[in-house]
């Protein structure tokens, strides 16, 4: 492998909006049962203020993913930049990734009855496009970036955030700018 | 981006609907063997009409006559080919099996008992009832129409078209929205300017005062941001923790109402520190020494501290800074202005912004909205009333049609009796989920004789009514948008036929004019012929030619134009008030019953029975009653939650996730609890909302209690929904 390519999600940046989520929708016009992205809400407790704080997740195209790994069918590849891509041919709905996932990543398409997921848009990114979530991030919180040493050295990039799984699981192609919290002047204190 | 002209589609989309058989299925990726040979896609201009300061340029791709996919336009620097999530929710909502397909009857009114009637059928039963109650009470006055914000597409006034062209009709008038606010600033500027929002990149310091946009308006966030990255300190003022007030720099969380206050106590210290630009304030405004006068008399910083649960530290901090760090910005919310003094307290920031000379400034104002774009013929709008038509007896002869409150549109229609009220129009609406006080909008639709309802789904208000007729959705119709905060305007193409039986209010007038004139000759004077894209054109004028820079509609199909006019409101100094100047000091608020100046006025306080605030800000996943039942949404938000501070849940022994039952002497509502530290003790939160198969409604506890301004501008004052009291208990 070449490379890894994944995604860099600015907490600070990012407001919930969802419209990440919705834009890979509308990409793929994918089933109401499925969610390739999704936009979580961390716990406020796990903050010294509790604030409303997001990430976005896809599929974090993982260094050692656990999908590939259980498949049954050999339904999941890794490309040579990194993208682990389903192929819903092969895939028989065993759902054995969907539990293998520590991020919940492949989602069980109920109408088809078969596993599907995030393939970071390898299609728009082959045409020199921007994925439809990283395209549509209106306060540009959400970037495809290639994850090597020099990243994870500067100042600023995380591995995990508070209630994320162990990333040495793994090994998750996905990093993250923390969330910046303002002054707060509250009326519970 | 070279726009493709709509070729006529007779096959995929028309021939499956007809047959019943469209699914979602169509829409998936084209398997690649039969994309590559005939099918090719086809871009059109579109604009979202929702009632929503981004009014967002959309770019759909079309093909074989079906709607693909919804992207944002590049050619609008405001939307900057981005939508929010709503708008990449459209091809949920065009193609949703819950769409209403056909004109439809309910029999009896409420049971669900629907039946496929025709076009036909529906419009000559409609025709035949306005014939009859006119014969019956001599006028059209006892046929009310209720439309508002549905679809903000200007072709849409076409409703308002629809009853003049039969004769003198009830109209519901006012806003729900946003009237208190306007009037604040009428009195003030003489009408509502904002910034052009994308100038709030040029600001040093913004305060988002109760406007939580990174729900609401999106767009303008990246704007934020610019000046932040610049240096700007951003503040944000809201009794709730919103997304938005958890990206400020500093997050005030006041006591709600009490904002006036707020700002009272800011002007103080300004004025007690020397900071006041004196040379604007004198120049620019009319009774600013009075009102400068009240100020050192009457406020203490001690006062507002208490009053608003706000520390001195902290207000003096706010007051400096918004002084000193110019230009300085203020968006006002229009939650703020949800309130019995809701207008007041925006006069009041008015007062702040003119006194710091930040008015008329790039990268400064105090932001609420603006109509300037809003100057087409309203063509659809405009019709006479038929010969001889009866009204509301005026001077001279004259009739006129007869008002009723639509913030107040329950009580008001059943105290009408001469003549009653007994038939309803309501389109671009659905007064049963957003209107005040629920039980009694329920009971004032069961004592009509006929309620008919254009709508697109089966929503709480088409659930009591006789006949639903199938509104298309903007991507099915011809039409141009403006927005009421950035200064953009667009034309909206018809990106695909009409699906099912669908059509727009206009086709509907003509239909129904048609229907009448059979059955009377003369009795409608709606056009019955006339092409979608006809209509469109004859919206537009000179002015706005002018202002688009364009020479005719059709230059808007190689994008949006943004209004050539200053991006700065008020730059010029010439206020639209009767005197020019700002009236700090305002004789209209007099002889309308208010304060003349921008002075303190008590805000609605809870009762030891309902000792609660339950405020039922915007919601993130809709625009009131829409997309929220669509089920990309359904999926991402499935169920409501009530907001509820741990310290107020454990009072009353509620854990995450149990039902809590809200309620007052008005009604009842009950809602899964969500603990959270966003909101204060005092506090709870429920976002308004549709949800599809939910009974979840936030309105039956609120009262119909007016907002202090509205008429001057709107004709009617606005609705405190933020001054709704309940008690609360585990369900």
Known sequence: MSKQLGFLHNSEKCVGCRGCEMACKNEYQSDASVRWRQVYQLREEDFALPTRIFISVGCNHCQNPECLRVCPVGAYSKREDGIVIHNQERCIGCKLCTMACPYNRPQYNTTVKKVEKCNLCYERLDRGEKPACVAACVPEALEVVEINEELDYKTGVLKTLPGMPDPKITNPSIRFIGPKQGVQIRRDV | ?731
Request: glycine fraction near 8%.
């Open chain 2, 1 to 731: 981006m070279k726009i493709t002209r709509r070729q006529f589609i007779g096959t995929a989309a028309a021939v499956t609907a007809s047959a019943g058989l469209f699914s979602f299925n169509m829409l998936g990726k084209a398997d690649k063997a039969v994309a590559d040979t005939e099918s090719k896609v086809q871009i059109f201009r579109n604009v979202c009409p929702r009632n929503c300061y981004d009014t967002c340029a959309q770019i759909s791709y079309v093909e074989d006559g079906v709607l693909k996919k919804v992207e944002g336009d590049p050619k609008s620097t405001y939307t900057n080919g981005k939508l929010f999530l709503k708008g990449y929710n459209y091809t949920r909502r065009v193609y949703s099996p819950d769409r209403i397909k056909y004109p439809m009857k309910q029999v009896p009114r409420g049971s669900g008992n629907w039946e496929r009637i025709s076009w036909d059928e529906a419009m000559n039963t409609i025709a035949e009832k306005i014939l009859e109650l006119k014969k019956r009470y001599g006028s059209t006055l006892p046929i009310c129409m209720n439309k508002y914000s549905g679809n903000f597409g200007i072709t849409h006034y076409g409703i308002e078209g629809t009853m003049s062209s039969i004769g003198y009709t009830t109209r519901a008038v006012g806003t729900p929205c946003w009237p208190a606010g306007i009037d604040a600033q009428t009195y003030d500027f003489g009408t509502i300017i904002n910034n052009d929002p994308e100038d709030l990149a040029n600001s040093n310091y913004i305060i988002l005062w109760g406007s939580n946009c990174a729900w609401t308006g999106i767009h303008s966030l990246p704007f934020i941001m610019k000046a932040r990255e610049r240096g700007a300190k951003i503040v944000a003022i809201d009794p709730i923790l919103t997304s938005t007030a958890s990206k400020a720099d500093l997050y005030i969380q006041i006591k709600p109402s009490t904002d006036g206050a707020l700002a009272l106590g800011m002007a103080k210290y300004i004025l007690d520190n020397d900071l006041v630009d004196w040379e604007y304030a004198t120049a620019n405004s009319i009774g600013f020494e009075e009102w400068v006068d009240y100020v050192r008399k009457n406020i203490t910083l001690d006062w507002a501290a208490e009053k608003t649960g706000v520390p001195k530290d902290v207000i003096i901090q706010l007051a400096r800074e918004y002084a000193t760090t110019k230009p300085a910005a203020i968006w006002v919310g229009y939650g703020m202005q949800r309130h019995t003094n809701g207008g007041q307290n925006v006069r009041i920031i008015d007062a702040l912004g003119v006194m710091t000379g930040n008015v008329g400034k790039s990268g400064g104002g105090v932001n609420y909205a603006h109509l300037e774009t809003w100057g087409f013929n309203y063509h659809a709008m405009s019709m006479p009333v038929p010969e001889g038509s009866v009204g509301v007896p005026g001077p001279n002869g004259t009739y006129s049609d007869r008002a009723v409150n639509m913030n107040n549109f329950a009580a008001e229609v059943q105290a009408l009796t001469d003549p009653p009220v007994k038939m309803l129009w309501i389109a671009a609406r659905n007064p049963v989920s957003q209107d005040p006080d629920t039980n009694d909008i329920i009971k004032m639709f069961n004592s009509m004789e006929l309620v008919v309802t254009v709508d697109s789904f089966f929503n709480k208000t088409v659930e009591l009514s006789d006949i639903v007729l199938p509104a298309t959705t903007h991507f099915e119709d011809w039409d141009v948008m403006a927005s009421y905060w950035h200064y953009w305007v667009g034309i909206n193409q018809r990106a695909i036929e009409p699906m099912y039986e669908a059509k727009s209010d206009v086709e509907i007038a003509m239909a129904l004019s048609k229907a009448m004139n059979a059955l009377e000759p003369g009795s409608c004077t709606y056009p019955t012929e006339g092409d979608p894209e006809e209509w469109v054109a004859k919206e537009f004028n000179d002015g706005i030619h002018s202002m688009l820079g364009i020479s005719s509609y059709k230059d808007l199909l190689d994008g949006p134009r943004k209004a050539k006019i200053s991006p700065v409101a008020w730059a010029d100094g010439q206020f639209r008030t009767p005197s020019g100047k700002i009236e700090i000091r305002c004789e209209r608020a007099a002889q309308n019953g208010l304060p003349a100046l921008p002075v303190w006025v008590e805000e609605l306080k809870t009762s030891a029975q309902y000792p609660i605030r339950f405020m039922t800000p915007h919601p993130q996943h809709g625009i009131h009653s829409q997309f929220q039942n669509l089920d990309w949404m359904m999926a991402a938000n499935p169920e409501p939650v009530v907001e509820i501070h741990p310290e107020l849940a454990a009072q009353y022994g509620i854990g995450e996730g149990d039902m809590v039952r809200i309620y007052n002497e008005l009604g009842e509502v009950k809602i899964k609890a969500h603990l959270t530290r966003t909101t204060s003790p005092d506090v709870i939160v429920s976002y308004e909302a549709w949800y599809k198969d939910s009974p979840f409604n936030v309105n039956y506890t609120v009262k119909a209690i007016p907002a202090d301004m509205g008429k001057l501008a709107t004709g009617m004052d606005g609705i405190a929904f933020h001054d709704n009291f309940v008690a609360i208990e585990k369900a």
